[in-house]
Nanobody, 131 residues
Protein backbone atom coordinates (compact mmCIF):
# COMPACT_ATOMS: atom_id res chain seq x y z
CA UNK A 1 0.00 0.00 0.00
CA UNK A 2 1.32 3.40 -1.00
CA UNK A 3 1.10 6.08 1.68
CA UNK A 4 1.83 9.73 1.01
CA UNK A 5 2.24 12.49 3.57
CA UNK A 6 2.51 16.17 2.61
CA UNK A 7 4.19 18.86 4.66
CA UNK A 8 5.48 22.40 4.30
CA UNK A 9 2.25 24.30 3.90
CA UNK A 10 1.57 27.53 5.71
CA UNK A 11 0.62 31.17 5.38
CA UNK A 12 2.69 33.69 3.46
CA UNK A 13 2.28 37.09 1.91
CA UNK A 14 2.02 37.57 -1.83
CA UNK A 15 5.42 37.32 -3.44
CA UNK A 16 6.70 34.93 -0.80
CA UNK A 17 7.85 31.35 -1.13
CA UNK A 18 7.03 27.94 0.30
CA UNK A 19 8.49 24.51 -0.24
CA UNK A 20 6.17 21.53 -0.03
CA UNK A 21 7.37 18.01 0.52
CA UNK A 22 5.70 14.64 0.08
CA UNK A 23 7.07 11.56 1.80
CA UNK A 24 6.12 8.11 0.57
CA UNK A 25 5.95 4.83 2.45
CA UNK A 26 7.73 3.04 -0.36
CA UNK A 27 10.19 4.08 -3.01
CA UNK A 28 8.16 4.78 -6.13
CA UNK A 29 9.39 8.13 -7.37
CA UNK A 30 12.00 6.79 -9.73
CA UNK A 31 9.51 4.69 -11.66
CA UNK A 32 6.13 6.36 -11.74
CA UNK A 33 4.45 9.62 -12.52
CA UNK A 34 3.91 11.81 -9.47
CA UNK A 35 2.35 15.19 -9.09
CA UNK A 36 1.01 18.03 -7.02
CA UNK A 37 -2.62 19.09 -7.12
CA UNK A 38 -4.61 21.73 -5.34
CA UNK A 39 -8.19 22.38 -4.42
CA UNK A 40 -9.71 25.62 -3.23
CA UNK A 41 -13.12 25.78 -1.53
CA UNK A 42 -15.90 25.44 -4.07
CA UNK A 43 -13.54 24.50 -6.87
CA UNK A 44 -12.49 21.29 -8.57
CA UNK A 45 -9.16 19.72 -7.81
CA UNK A 46 -6.67 20.84 -10.41
CA UNK A 47 -3.23 19.77 -11.49
CA UNK A 48 -0.31 22.01 -10.57
CA UNK A 49 2.82 20.11 -11.54
CA UNK A 50 3.86 16.58 -12.37
CA UNK A 51 7.02 14.64 -13.02
CA UNK A 52 7.88 11.34 -14.64
CA UNK A 53 11.06 9.54 -15.59
CA UNK A 54 10.34 7.29 -18.51
CA UNK A 55 13.49 5.52 -19.75
CA UNK A 56 15.56 7.36 -17.16
CA UNK A 57 14.81 10.82 -18.49
CA UNK A 58 13.06 13.09 -16.03
CA UNK A 59 10.33 15.29 -17.48
CA UNK A 60 8.26 17.91 -15.76
CA UNK A 61 4.86 19.37 -16.49
CA UNK A 62 3.22 22.52 -15.17
CA UNK A 63 -0.11 24.23 -15.37
CA UNK A 64 -0.05 27.56 -17.15
CA UNK A 65 -0.92 29.38 -13.95
CA UNK A 66 2.23 28.26 -12.12
CA UNK A 67 4.73 27.90 -14.95
CA UNK A 68 7.86 29.88 -14.22
CA UNK A 69 7.03 30.19 -10.52
CA UNK A 70 6.84 26.61 -9.26
CA UNK A 71 9.40 23.84 -9.60
CA UNK A 72 8.69 20.17 -9.01
CA UNK A 73 11.50 17.78 -8.13
CA UNK A 74 12.06 14.40 -6.55
CA UNK A 75 14.64 12.85 -4.29
CA UNK A 76 14.64 9.10 -4.85
CA UNK A 77 17.14 8.45 -2.06
CA UNK A 78 14.82 10.03 0.49
CA UNK A 79 11.64 8.95 -1.28
CA UNK A 80 10.27 12.47 -1.36
CA UNK A 81 8.57 14.67 -3.90
CA UNK A 82 9.02 18.42 -3.58
CA UNK A 83 7.35 21.54 -4.88
CA UNK A 84 9.21 24.83 -4.64
CA UNK A 85 6.72 27.66 -4.90
CA UNK A 86 8.01 31.15 -5.55
CA UNK A 87 6.30 34.46 -6.27
CA UNK A 88 3.15 33.19 -4.62
CA UNK A 89 -0.14 34.86 -5.44
CA UNK A 90 -3.43 34.96 -3.51
CA UNK A 91 -4.97 32.75 -6.20
CA UNK A 92 -2.50 30.02 -5.22
CA UNK A 93 -4.38 29.63 -1.94
CA UNK A 94 -5.65 26.06 -1.72
CA UNK A 95 -5.09 22.72 -0.10
CA UNK A 96 -2.25 21.00 -1.91
CA UNK A 97 -2.19 17.25 -2.45
CA UNK A 98 0.56 14.90 -3.47
CA UNK A 99 -0.32 12.00 -5.74
CA UNK A 100 1.45 8.94 -7.06
CA UNK A 101 0.21 7.23 -10.19
CA UNK A 102 1.40 3.73 -9.60
CA UNK A 103 1.88 1.88 -12.84
CA UNK A 104 2.17 4.98 -15.02
CA UNK A 105 5.72 5.52 -16.18
CA UNK A 106 4.59 8.51 -18.20
CA UNK A 107 2.22 11.16 -16.87
CA UNK A 108 -1.12 11.60 -18.55
CA UNK A 109 -2.69 14.99 -19.11
CA UNK A 110 -3.06 16.74 -15.77
CA UNK A 111 -6.74 17.34 -16.34
CA UNK A 112 -7.33 13.58 -16.24
CA UNK A 113 -5.26 12.87 -13.14
CA UNK A 114 -7.79 13.73 -10.39
CA UNK A 115 -9.96 10.84 -11.62
CA UNK A 116 -7.14 8.45 -12.44
CA UNK A 117 -7.91 5.02 -10.91
CA UNK A 118 -4.18 4.40 -10.43
CA UNK A 119 -3.74 7.42 -8.17
CA UNK A 120 -2.79 7.34 -4.51
CA UNK A 121 -3.37 10.58 -2.63
CA UNK A 122 -1.94 12.21 0.44
CA UNK A 123 -4.02 14.01 3.04
CA UNK A 124 -3.10 17.47 1.80
CA UNK A 125 -1.41 20.53 3.25
CA UNK A 126 -2.90 24.01 3.34
CA UNK A 127 -1.27 26.93 1.56
CA UNK A 128 -2.64 30.40 2.19
CA UNK A 129 -1.33 33.48 0.40
CA UNK A 130 -2.45 36.89 1.56
CA UNK A 131 -2.31 40.08 -0.47
Amino acid sequence: QVQLVESGGGSVQAGGSLRLSCAASTQIYSSYCMGWFRQAPGKEREGVAAIDGYRGVSRTYYSDSVKGRFTISKDSAKNTLNLQMNSLKPEDTAKYYCAAFVGRSVCAAMSTMPSDPLAYWGQGTQVTVSS
